[in-house]
């Protein structure tokens, strides 16, 4: 794209801070929570991603689009996001599995970007002053006309926005992770033993429901209003718990079903918006980070045993609240010491509040399936033995 060509943009904070740009992807005005992502690799998974819903989305690494866009590196059927700020913008990608510019992506998908401004400045600002409501327009070029939109915007606590990216229909999911990029072939050895799991869907990532199908799960994938009994009529092996966007505290349906679904003894494993949901049914409340965790490279752990693992949160669970009678933190965030992994203490369930599927990032906590499939073959066997 020629400078002569660029159209301009511009970009409004809610406390008044602006910067003006130029536009990529669709003209248009749109507002949302601005976050920042500090990998250097996967914009197209983070752009596709369900949690990132009702966001705008920095990037902190330099130049976004290097290697265009291709269908097998979304994470759901469209992006997620609400826009994207960057610095430098690639318009001619080069890579063998590009179909497509990044630009033109966006444009085609209607989401808004903005670049040409500084992104080390605005990423230092929401680290001081935490993530707050701004939005993009090339419609509006009047700061305070679009900051007056903006601060008219709802902020993300208390926010449920899981009804936006459930699945309406119930349906079955069987592809595992494709050969070329499988980095455990040990997984393939639980193939003979089959497990139905259901996944509550408030907003899952493809790569976690092909890495469950890898393990020899056959995956149900159910809206996140279902009932218990509903869920319950497929006999499932175990319940996993998906990821999502907006604050889990107002998830009510969500953390009702995950109550009823811890009376039944059945295996549980949750990951991110599943974590959070698993803790207010355990009793614990959730409190909202100041700019949250987005990244490639947080590490995690306990007992000195780290784990380099990708994030993507605005909430975290309050420990302080947590029944430490029936549950335990398995990890914690070792950047700011936040719960990052709980475990019930007789019950076989667990949860991450981090993506072991890392599509793309490190593969440190892609045991946690099979630590899901051993629990569920372990509930199986003691069923088995208790009816014999």
């Known amino acids: 794209m020629s400078v002569f060509d660029a159209i301009p943009a511009i970009f409004v904070l809610a406390d008044g801070t602006t910067y003006r740009g130029w536009s990529f992807g669709a003209t248009r005005t749109t507002i949302g929570e601005v976050v920042f992502n500090t990998g250097m690799s996967g914009y197209q998974e983070v752009l596709t991603d369900p949690s990132y819903c009702g966001q705008i989305v920095v990037f902190t690494y330099p130049e976004l689009g290097n290697t265009g866009v291709n269908l097998e590196d979304e994470e759901s059927s469209k992006p997620q996001v609400r826009g994207a700020i960057a610095r430098n913008i690639c318009t001619r990608p080069s890579n063998w599995r590009s179909t497509q510019s990044l630009p033109e992506y966006l ?177 614990a409340e959730t409190f909202k980070l100041k700019f949250g965790h987005r990244g490639l490279n947080q590490p995690a752990g306990l007992q000195q045993k780290v784990e380099i693992t990708s994030q993507n949160h605005s909430f975290a669970i309050d420990p302080d609240t947590l029944p430490n009678s029936v549950v335990e933190i398995s990890h914690l965030n070792l950047n700011d010491l936040t719960v990052a992994g709980l475990r019930h203490k007789s019950l076989p369930v667990f949860s991450v509040q981090y993506h072991p599927e890392a599509s793309p990032g490190p593969h440190d906590a892609d045991y946690l399936f099979e630590q899901f499939v051993q629990t569920m073959r372990a509930a199986r066997r003691a069923t088995v033995a208790k009816v014999g």
């Open 107 to 283: 444009e085609q998908q209607h989401i808004p970007g903005i670049y040409g401004i500084d992104t080390r400045a605005l990423t230092r600002k929401i680290r001081e002053f935490g993530a707050m409501n701004g939005g993009i327009s090339t419609e509006i070029l009047d700061e305070a006309e679009l900051l007056e939109q903006v601060q008219a915007a709802p902020n993300m606590k208390g926010l449920n926005l899981v009804h936006e990216v459930t699945t309406p229909d119930i349906y079955e999911w069987s592809d595992p992770t494709q050969p070329v990029w499988e980095f455990n072939p040990a997984c393939q050895e639980n193939s003979e033993e089959s497990f139905t799991v259901v996944a509550i869907d408030f907003g899952v990532k493809r790569n976690i429901l092909r890495r469950l199908a890898s393990y020899g799960c056959r995956v149900i994938i159910v809206p996140a209003n279902t009932l218990p009994e509903e869920i319950l009529k497929y006999n499932p092996d175990g319940i996993f718990l998906s990821n999502g966007p907006g604050d889990p505290a107002s998830v009510t349906e969500g953390i009702k079903t995950t109550k009823a679904l811890l009376e039944t003894n059945k295996p549980i494993f949750g990951i991110c918006m599943g974590h959070q949901i698993l803790g207010h049914a355990l009793g």
